[in-house]
């Protein structure tokens, strides 16, 4: 897998025009982004769709940024699949990119899809709790369910939760599956 870092990128990004694509939630990419890049969520990435868009210029390579460098690299792995190879890893991600003082896009602040993870299995598990408590004890398998919920997601490194919560509409930045700021 190719990768390339953040001053190396910015430095062909200023010499021309290039594509950068962040795989990040759209309300990460809201919140920070580099400038310049286009969003393309993870979980609905179209590597032919977003090749064939390109005008001409599928002969270059596609930069793919991300937080941190996992989705994206992820993200490499879907176009490689694709038979796309010209596709480039940024390392260390918006982190990097932030940290290194490269321009950004910022947005509205968003709480991330972790966190809102956190927060409502906390609040399931202890209504789960409350209910079986106060009205039938049947209810705290709900807390059961969210634990067991959580373990799975620990095992697997799927969440479930965080997929449902994902498309909600807050979540989202429209019909086009792009974001813009």
């Not at 310049?36 to 599928?58: C, E, F, M, T, W």
């Not at 792995?77 to 038979?83: C, E, P, R």
């Not at 409350?130 to 490194?157: K, N, Q, R």
């Amino acid at each position: 897998m190719q990768t390339i870092n953040v001053n190396q990128l910015a430095a062909k990004q200023s010499g021309g025009d290039l594509d950068l694509i962040d795989v990040r939630m759209p309300t990460e990419y809201r919140e920070v982004h580099a400038d310049g890049a286009k969003n393309y969520p993870l979980d609905s990435l179209d590597p032919a769709a977003i090749q064939g868009a390109r005008n001409g210029r599928s002969g270059e390579p596609i930069y793919l940024i991300c937080k941190s460098g996992n989705r994206s690299s992820k993200a490499v792995q879907k176009f490689l699949d694709a038979g796309i190879e010209q596709v480039v890893n940024v390392d260390g991600g918006t982190t990097a990119w932030v940290q290194a003082g490269l321009p950004v896009v910022r947005g509205k602040k968003a709480i991330s899809l972790e966190r809102q993870v956190r927060i409502l299995a906390g609040f399931l598990a202890l209504l789960g709790a409350v209910l079986g408590f106060f009205v039938h004890p049947y209810f705290v398998g709900l807390s059961a369910f969210v634990g067991a919920g959580l373990m799975f997601a620990g095992i697997t490194d799927t969440c479930g939760m965080g997929m449902m919560l994902s498309k909600m509409p807050w979540n989202q930045c429209g019909a086009t599956g792009s974001c813009s700021v």
